[in-house]
């Protein structure tokens, strides 16, 4: 192995730097080159690649984004464009590619896989933990963090006012940032595409949660975590309809791509690290068409496409405790 490449695809998450810096260090060890493709898949057709060094990873690790750019490519999906990609990857003599992105690129990198003979190995960087295979992903740490850090905020202003707050998290089709942040903050109600899907949340029960809290509580504030897309115009219109129709001030609060920025959480940059040694040291040991993760703290390799056909399901535990336990209004359980 004398040259590999590497990119980062669709929405950035933090610790793609840190992932970057672990390869290129990792490879600088190895003596191997490393080439990194700009602007995701739409960088690898367009050849727009650039040599990194060591040198020019230095102090990347403490930031969030990504210094080689992300971006999304419709185009890759089609047969042509893999063929390109492969051309592009042989004129330069790279033996593996390193993928670091969220389900779509892992399956762009198959995708490649189908068409290129060289070895891709992904590594798994997006906020929304949604990948099969490894315990956490890269970028979801941080992001739980700050909206762990939103919901605090707000629990303050929520409390001086007496007020009902909708906070609206990332994660439309996995409830993992609403989950854990609604646990670390202590909200009184989720709602997340986990629990819509099975038994979508109507504004009359949701009327009657908020009433009941009140009253058991006598005073006080009553924070929502929605995700992203879970209910029709979002917590805006969500924190309207209760205002206006059911007399309950309510006020709503999106915190959009704030939740990508920011220093990256220690978790993060220490995931992304040993996850960028383990993808350059499988790549080494002749690994194709798998994610470099990490189960148990081991870091395991996983077949590539099984990191978006399975399921990577909600933590039981945390939902029913949150859902239930820590529930405001109990159902009467019976103790034997
Ligand atoms: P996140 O969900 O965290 O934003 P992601 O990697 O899932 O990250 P996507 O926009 O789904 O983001 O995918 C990124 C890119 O991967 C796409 O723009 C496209 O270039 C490529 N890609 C996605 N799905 C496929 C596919 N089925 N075949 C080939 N390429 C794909």
């Avoid at 909206?147 to 629990?155: E, F, H, S, T």
């Avoid at 908020?210 to 975590?225: F, L």
Wanted: net charge negative; aromatic share 4%.
């Amino acid at each position: 192995i004398q040259r590999i490449a590497v990119l980062t695809s669709g929405g950035d998450a933090p610790g793609m730097n840190a992932a970057l810096r672990a390869v290129v260090l990792a490879a600088d060890h190895y003596n191997i080159e490393v080439i990194a493709f700009r602007h995701g898949y739409q960088g690898l057709l367009d050849n727009e690649h650039v040599v990194l060094e060591p040198k020019d990873v230095l102090h990347v690790l403490q930031y969030s984004g990504t210094i080689i750019k992300s971006a999304r490519c419709k185009l890759f999906k089609e047969d042509a464009a893999a063929i390109t990609a492969a051309q592009n990857l042989d004129a330069l003599s790279i033996d593996a590619l390193i993928v670091i992105g969220g389900d779509g690129s892992l399956r762009g990198a198959d995708h490649l896989a189908n068409h290129w003979s060289g070895q891709v190995i992904g590594m798994p960087g997006t906020i929304d933990n949604d990948l099969y295979g490894t315990d956490t992903t890269i970028g979801y740490a941080t992001a739980v963090n700050i909206a762990m850090d939103a919901l605090d905020k707000i629990r303050d202003t929520a409390d001086a006012m007496d007020r009902v707050f909708i906070v609206e998290v990332m994660g439309r089709y996995a409830g993992f940032i609403g989950l854990r942040s609604a646990m670390a903050a202590g909200a009184e109600r989720m709602i997340l595409p986990e629990l819509q899907k099975d038994k979508p949340l109507t504004v009359s029960a949701l009327v009657k949660h908020i009433h009941r809290v009140k009253e058991i509580r006598g005073e006080g504030s009553y924070v929502m975590v929605l995700s992203e897309h879970q209910w029709p115009g979002g917590a805006v219109a969500l924190a309207e309809q209760l205002d206006a129709e059911y007399d309950l001030p309510c006020r709503p609060c999106l915190l959009g791509h704030i939740q990508r920025g920011g220093p990256p959480a220690p978790a993060d940059r220490i995931l992304a690290s040993e996850l960028g040694v383990h993808a350059v040291e499988l790549i080494l040991r002749g690994a194709h068409r798998v994610m470099a993760g990490m189960r148990a703290n081991q870091c395991v390799e996983v077949p590539l496409n099984e990191s978006w056909e399975k399921k990577n399901p909600l933590t039981e535990n945390l939902l029913r405790i949150q859902h239930e336990i820590f529930n405001p209004v109990k159902k009467k359980q019976r103790n034997k």
